[in-house]
């Protein structure tokens, strides 16, 4: 076999091949979103998707209460105080044999 040849066989070859890896991307199974056509359809149509409330930018709130939470946040809590307390168990003055 000449070397023509095989250069026209080689590249006939990868032609044909280069079809069938197409076609192997072609699936006969569902996908985990088959059937939410109609509601990804209702999302893309919807005209404002946006809660009416969350254009309000004057919200509420307690500026002494905020500092003291950023107060909080920065110092280390206190540690708990020791207390100096003796506890008893058992009977008093019992003589034991």
Known sequence: MS??????????????AGCAADYLNNYDTMTLASG???NANQLLQTVDPY???SSNTKIKGDGARSVGVVQRYKLPPSPAPTTNMT???G???AATQ
């Open 91 to 93: 009977p008093t003055g």
């Open 51 to 53: 809660n009416p409330a």
């Open 3 to 16: 070397k023509s040849k095989l250069l026209v066989v080689l590249l006939g070859t990868s032609l044909l």
């Open 36 to 38: 939410d056509s109609q």
């Open 87 to 89: 506890v008893n168990v």
